[in-house]
């Protein structure tokens, strides 16, 4: 047991560690709240609603772009990357859809 929780934490390190999604991660957080802010503050929107699915798109949009960045200078394309950088929005966004559809059917 104790070998194997030993080989799944060296992989989480390999993944998350190593290959610098931390980073991708805080500046997809970053972008995130920000954009919630300009959004909810400057467009004067609801918490929710436009304000999650636009934080959400100026996120996604920032986070292709850094891959094609990366791309430009002879990296690879990571989908991996991506779905680190998107874990905010995608949480808060998976929330708002069920938040959604508990509201229809009540």
Same mark, same amino acid.
């Given at each position: 047991?104790?070998?194997?929780?030993? @080989?799944q934490?060296t992989?989480?390190?390999d993944?998350? /560690?190593?290959?610098?999604?931390?980073?991708?991660?805080?500046?997809g957080?970053?972008?995130?709240l920000?954009m919630?802010?300009v959004y909810?503050?400057?467009?004067? @929107?609801?918490?929710?609603?436009?304000?999650?699915?636009?934080a959400?798109?100026?996120?996604?949009?920032?986070?292709?772009?850094?891959?094609?960045?990366? /791309? %430009?200078? $002879? $990296?690879?394309?990571?989908w991996?990357?991506?779905?680190? $950088?998107?874990?905010? $929005?995608?949480?808060?966004? %998976?929330?708002?859809?069920i938040? %959604?559809?508990?509201r229809?059917?009540?």
């Amino acid at each position: 047991m104790k070998k194997f929780f030993k @080989q799944q934490l060296t992989n989480l390190h390999d993944w998350f /560690i190593a290959e610098s999604r931390w980073f991708h991660l805080m500046i997809g957080w970053a972008i995130y709240l920000v954009m919630v802010a300009v959004y909810g503050l400057w467009f004067n @929107q609801p918490p929710l609603g436009p304000t999650i699915v636009g934080a959400y798109v100026s996120t996604l949009i920032t986070m292709l772009v850094v891959e094609w960045k990366d /791309i %430009l200078w $002879g $990296g690879k394309w990571s989908w991996k990357d991506i779905n680190a $950088g998107m874990f905010l $929005g995608n949480i808060l966004l %998976l929330v708002y859809i069920i938040l %959604l559809i508990v509201r229809a059917f009540n």
